[in-house]
């Protein structure tokens, strides 16, 4: 029998996800690598997202007709070729260094909706620029007022398409990876990390020639992440703000104005009641159109909580906005083998 598992070193020996997984590993710092692989606590929910999909099945209907294929779908009033979101990620020029650029010109090349994160590594009015493709800005609420204001102004001016409130980071997760790795933004080089970063010399001179490590979205106001080295767990719990309600949520669509998403409600119990005494929608699990917003079910791969709801018992709160206006999409968490087919 012929062995056909080789070694993963360059980008054209990836075919499947394991296989870019693999690379990353060879490529990053182990504070960097288990930063982006890790999950909360002993990562039970990561694990159990991956069984999850295994219970699906996939029934092709034959005798189709499939010489034309249309796989272009309609999510929050914007027409896109694929069912696909290229989805809001922090931090991303520690693992590579051209960041989120990189990725904002794939979607743009695919007319794909991107996402930006609060802690991007480049600016709002700079992904804005780039493509004509829709794009999406995940809120994360501060303590600071002006700060929040300001990233939904700039986003305003920018003409992004969207904003994703994210209602499931009151708290941080606890990440056991990142507090064996002493990982922080930007990365503190301490006796215990030195070498990991030293063994991966290209990583290192990409780091400390290129453009300066910066989250400019955010150091117009705080310099934490930016200048002051934290962890994610200690920016999350001392600069967040936890008092964040769903009058909170009603005050920021009003004051963005347009189209808006909740991202990371988990249930169909706290989904439904929100549409019978709410303006609010949820993000995750539908695409949707009206004066709402749209709700994506699921947890972010169990990076929150250790024993969030599987992603099969956070979609049903997708099945609750499919049963009010379109049809339910996920954010997948999880990569392995067919599971973003499956939760198409």
């Not at 169990?302 to 099969?312: C, D, I, Q, S, Y």
Request: with cysteine; glycine share 6%.
């Amino acid at each position: 029998m012929i062995d056909l598992k080789t070694s993963v070193t360059r980008l054209s020996d990836c075919h499947k996800i394991e296989d870019f997984r693999e690379l990353a590993s060879r490529k990053l710092p182990f504070p960097v690598f288990h930063y982006i692989d890790g999950a909360a606590d002993d990562e039970s929910t990561k694990r159990r997202n991956s069984t999850a999909f295994d219970d699906v099945d996939l029934v092709p209907d034959v005798l189709a007709g499939v010489d034309q294929v249309d796989t272009s779908v309609t999510v929050l009033g914007k027409k896109c070729p694929l069912p696909l979101m290229l989805s809001p990620t922090a931090l991303q020029r520690l693992f590579h260094w051209q960041g989120e650029r990189a990725v904002a010109r794939a979607a743009a090349n695919f007319g794909l909706w991107f996402g930006i994160s609060s802690l991007a590594t480049v600016s709002i009015e700079e992904v804005g620029a780039m493509g004509t493709n829709p794009k999406m800005f995940q809120l994360y609420v501060h303590k600071d007022k002006g700060l929040n204001t300001s990233m939904i102004q700039r986003c305003q001016a920018a003409k992004f398409d969207a904003i994703a409130l994210t209602v499931d980071t009151i708290v941080a997760g606890k990440r056991e990876r990142c507090a064996r790795s002493g990982f922080t933004s930007p990365p503190r080089f301490t006796p215990s990390s030195a070498l990991s970063y030293a063994l991966k010399p290209r990583w290192a001179l990409d780091y400390l020639l290129r453009e300066k490590f910066a989250l400019p979205n955010l150091d117009t106001h705080v310099n934490e992440g930016t200048g002051n080295a934290v962890s994610i767990a200690e920016y999350f719990n001392t600069m967040l703000d936890q008092s964040m309600t769903w009058d909170t949520a009603a005050q920021i669509r009003q004051d963005w104005g347009g189209t808006f998403v909740l991202k990371g409600v988990m249930s169909a119990a706290d989904a439904r009641p929100r549409y019978t005494y709410s303006t609010i929608g949820l993000y995750r699990a539908e695409l949707f159109n009206p004066p709402w917003c749209d709700i994506p079910a699921g947890n972010p791969n169990g990076t929150k909580a250790p024993l969030a709801p599987l992603l099969r018992q956070a979609m049903d709160a997708g099945r609750v906005s499919a049963e009010l206006y379109t049809g339910p999409w996920t954010d997948v968490g999880t990569p392995e083998r067919l599971a973003e087919l499956n939760a198409i």
